[in-house]
């Protein structure tokens, strides 16, 4: 499995640390449910079968955080962005952008 880095090309699995999915967001602690939400959080995962937004760390390349969108049924790198870029978009999303 090949990952095309934003910052430095197409590049070998074997350069990158897999962290899990990037779906996930960590839950507010001042929320009424939070005690059921830490839980779902920590404990309760989907366990998809298709495209899936993961987590990769250029470890041996630039040290970036990656957003990996890649099938689980055949391994295919659909799409890859920065973490920082991803978690831009999920601000302006959710209004929240500065």
């Not at 350069?15 to 507010?28: H, I, M, Q, T």
Request: hydrophobic share 40%; with cysteine; net charge negative.
């Amino acid at each position: 499995m090949r990952i095309n880095c934003p910052h430095c090309g197409l590049r070998s699995n074997d350069e990158f640390s897999y962290l899990g999915d990037a779906s996930v967001v960590r839950p507010d602690p001042a929320a009424p449910n939070a005690t059921e939400a830490f839980y779902a959080f920590g404990y309760e995962r989907a366990n998809i079968a298709g495209p899936m937004q993961e987590l990769w760390y250029h470890a041996a390349g630039c040290h970036a955080w990656l957003v990996v969108t890649r099938d689980t049924r055949n391994h295919e790198i659909l799409d890859v962005k920065s973490a920082q870029e991803v978690a831009l978009e999920r601000q302006k999303a959710a209004g929240t952008a500065q």
